[in-house]
Nanobody
Framework: QLQLVESGGGLVQPGGSLRLSCAASGSTLDNYVIGWFRQAPGKEREGILCIIFKGGSTKGRFTISRDITKNTVYLQMSSLVIEDTAVYYC?????????????????????WGQGTQVTVSS
């Protein structure tokens, strides 16, 4: 059974940076698509980025990457603003045999971590 554990959250000032980690156990992440999501108080869960195979990607101030040797996926966040305050989750979905792209739609993910709190405040 795949298990995911997020870490790296905390309190950061506006303009700061954080790197979140999503460590997997119970299975290698090679066979999974990984996504990062967040949910702010009173708001719906929002997909941020996803990664398939080794390829990372960047969306604005956020970058997703993978370290296969550590079975870990990262979310690098920079120039943080107060509106980035949320619980951040990573999730995994089994990659299809011919799948080459990923989605940040939550329905595509079967395994979820517990989340890590990110608070941006001065």
């Amino acid at each position: 059974q795949l298990q995911l554990v997020e870490s790296g959250g905390g309190l950061v000032q506006p303009g700061g940076s954080l790197r979140l980690s999503c460590a997997a156990s119970g299975s290698t992440l090679d066979n999974y698509v990984i996504g990062w999501f967040r949910q702010a108080p009173g708001k719906e869960r929002e997909g941020i980025l996803c990664i398939i195979f080794k390829g990372g990607s960047t969306k604005g101030r956020f970058t997703i990457s993978r370290d296969i040797t550590k079975n870990t996926v990262y979310l690098q966040m920079s120039s943080l603003v107060i509106e980035d305050t949320a619980v951040y989750y990573c999730a995994a979905g089994l990659r299809g045999p011919f799948q080459t792209t990923c989605t940040t739609a939550a329905y595509a993910y079967d395994y979820w971590g517990q989340g890590t709190q990110v608070t941006v405040s001065s």
